[in-house]
């Protein structure tokens, strides 16, 4: 597909339970983010990609949340011992360029619940 | 870090009419001041962008506007429809142009027919 691709699609996980949410960027792009997005509000930024190195994780809120991209391409957002303020809808976005480079082309997002 | 705040948080207009939705930003290294717009259940999409070295860009019945020194930007939509109904989201770079995107709060826009 042509767009950013992101699985799955919804998600519900029992507190406690671990989850790993996939993104699939457009190709040849460099730069993958990945944001949270509470109801009713704006993307909260989690960690950003440039190719495979992790530049920055300043906004994981906790040592539970890892986000990995080994080959520059694909990248998991790996939730440990789920909580219930976790339960949001986690963005994926890949740009051609480094930020402010150029357009973030966003996946649909991985709805999760923690019940 | 940066901070990027949005205000009005809702906004509701007449079709026909214009709307202002304004953004302030605290790193003055920031460069690139995007403008998305998100449907219910859908993904953001970039609608206008501009970078720091213009004060204004137009695209059809949308407008951006910078300004450097008072670090804020607004987004001007003229002639609105029903369709741009929608919540917008403010972003601005970190740390110049290695750094990544923070957005605003989002302002909910409804344009009533």
């Known amino acids: 597909g042509a767009g950013v691709s992101q699985s799955p699609r919804y998600k519900v996980a029992k507190r406690g339970q671990d989850v790993a949410l996939r993104c699939d960027p457009i190709?040849?792009?460099?730069?993958l983010f990945w944001y949270q997005q509470a109801l009713g509000q704006g993307p909260e930024f989690l960690t950003y990609?440039?190719?495979?190195?992790?530049?920055?994780k300043s906004g994981l809120p906790s040592d539970r949340f890892f986000a990995e991209r080994p080959e520059g391409s694909v990248s998991t957002l790996k939730i440990q011992r789920t909580q219930q303020e976790d339960s949001a809808v986690y963005l994926c976005?890949?740009?051609?360029?480094?930020?402010?480079?150029?357009?973030?082309?966003f996946g649909e997002g991985s709805r999760l619940t923690v019940l | 870090g940066e901070n990027v705040e949005q205000h009005p948080s809702t906004l509701s207009v007449q079709e026909g009419d214009s709307a202002v939705i304004k953004c302030t930003y605290s790193?003055?290294?920031?460069?690139?001041f995007p403008w998305y717009k998100q449907e219910l259940g859908k993904r953001p999409q970039l609608i206008i962008d501009?970078?720091?070295?213009?004060g204004e860009k137009k695209d059809q019945r949308i407008a951006v506007t910078l300004n450097k020194t008072a670090k804020h930007f607004s987004l001007h939509i003229t002639e609105t429809q029903p369709e741009d109904s929608a919540v917008y989201f403010c972003?601005?770079?970190?740390?110049?142009?290695?750094?990544?995107?923070?957005f605003g709060k989002g302002t909910k826009l409804s344009v009533k027919p």
């Open positions: 990609f440039q190719n495979e190195a992790q530049l920055d």
């Open positions: 976005a890949s740009s051609l360029e480094r930020p402010g480079g150029g357009e973030l082309f």
């Open positions: 972003a601005a770079t970190v740390g110049g142009s290695q750094g990544n995107l923070i």
């Open positions: 790193d003055s290294a920031s460069n690139y």
């Open positions: 501009i970078r720091s070295n213009v």
């Open positions: 190709s040849g792009h460099v730069s």
